[in-house]
């Protein structure tokens, strides 16, 4: 008999969440089968689910993942712990935020947008005992709208103009679906939902910095250095929502984030492959770095980069002459300016650790704040200096 074909209730404690009916040839619900098992997710964190149920939902994944990728993605990310393979990606189920970019043919940015309107929606309709008091959900709700008005290039800084901010989201189809049901907390803490939306804004943002400087690196390559320049150039200004992220994660409460941290071991910022790979395409990292804990955990990017990647130091350094002086010095302004916000933006990374970690250990196997220390010192573009 196959997987939830008994539509008994999910099994765990006081739990009601009845499971779709999947008569066997007869076609599979997927939405309404996340929707029953977020339900639960909403009850426990990812966390605490039920063995019998991860073993049912794995059953499930194997006999029909096949023919439901939405499905697919979302149960690979909700089974990672079960099946040992917890890690950034899954924890921010960043696969199935993949597929719902995709399918919706969004930029990176665009969806980092939907992704802080997401947490404007969510803070301000949110209910219940474990709230952070309201100056503090005041102050989340305002660097999020931050972030969405500078998303649509229209930044604003008085607090009265905030509320008049327009908040994008997804048409009201299947993909909308998909994208809430993107948060797997592994605990109960209101905290954590914000924080991951936060996380994963992340990972929209650096992905589109890499995406500009392959685009830079390309535009180089082919004498383009006016378009090369305009690059760099929007590079720096998506670099600032990235610092204005730090300031919306510093509302998280100390004793929230330490509550959920104890069961996110193995599961890090050290494994963000966007991350790495915008570091990979502004300059080819040194053999120390290459083989240090930061690439060991994004194995995918590390055998690009052993494989040849081109960089867009490679491309500054080999057009040196062809550029002229005055290309040569405006595109120099245009990098300098990206590695000084890069700089900023490690060095507020770095604070923020300081103040929610102490001198706890990283949940990536590092040693947490020093790591970070230690990486301050490395340069998007450094090899530009031996040139």
Not at 88 to 97: H, I, S, V
Not at 134 to 157: E, G, N, Q
Request: hydrophobic content about 45%.
């Amino acid at each position: 008999m196959d997987a939830f074909t008994s539509g008994d209730p999910l099994p765990g404690p006081a739990t009601h969440v009845a499971v779709p009916m999947v008569p066997r040839g007869a076609a599979l619900d997927a939405p309404a089968i996340a929707t029953a098992v977020a339900a639960q997710v909403r009850r426990t964190g990812t966390h605490a689910l039920p063995v019998a149920m991860l073993v049912r939902l794995g059953e499930l994944r194997r006999r029909h993942g096949a023919g439901h990728p939405f499905l697919d993605a979302y149960l690979g990310c909700v089974l990672a712990r079960h099946e040992c393979r917890f890690s950034n990606r899954t924890y921010l189920a960043l696969p199935l935020l993949e597929r719902v970019r995709a399918a919706a043919g969004l930029a990176p940015d665009r969806l980092a947008a939907l992704l802080m309107a997401d947490v404007v929606r969510v803070e301000r309709s949110a209910a219940g005992p474990d709230l952070p008091d309201p100056p503090t959900r005041r102050k989340r709700i305002r660097h999020a709208l931050r972030f969405v008005a500078a998303s649509h290039d229209h930044p604003v800084t008085a607090d009265d103009q905030l509320d008049a901010v327009a908040l994008p989201e997804l048409p009201a189809t299947g993909l909308a679906t998909w994208f809430g049901l993107s948060v797997l907390p592994v605990s109960t803490r209101h905290d954590e939902y914000f924080f991951i939306r936060a996380l994963q804004t992340h990972e929209m943002i650096f992905t589109t910095l890499a995406d500009e400087m392959v685009a830079a690196t390309a535009a180089l390559r082919a004498g383009r250095t006016e378009q090369a320049i305009a690059r760099v150039e929007r590079a720096d200004r998506v670099f600032a929502r990235a610092a204005m992220l730090f300031r919306l994660v510093a509302t998280l409460r100390v004793d929230a984030f330490l509550d959920f941290r104890e069961h996110t071991e193995g599961a890090s910022a050290i494994q963000s492959e966007q991350y790495k790979r915008f570091e990979a395409v502004c300059g080819r990292p040194s053999g120390t770095r290459l083989g240090s804990a930061a690439f060991a955990g994004v194995p995918r990017v590390r055998s690009a980069v052993e494989a040849g990647v081109d960089t867009l130091s490679d491309a500054r350094r080999e057009a040196d002459t062809a550029l002229g002086a005055v290309g040569r010095a405006a595109l120099d302004r245009a990098l300098g300016r990206l590695e000084a916000g890069h700089q900023r933006w490690k060095a507020a990374h770095h604070g923020l650790a300081v103040r929610m970690l102490g001198d706890a250990p990283g949940s990536g196997y590092t040693a947490g704040v020093p790591y970070l220390h230690a990486c301050l010192s490395n340069r998007l573009f450094g090899g530009l200096a031996a040139s």
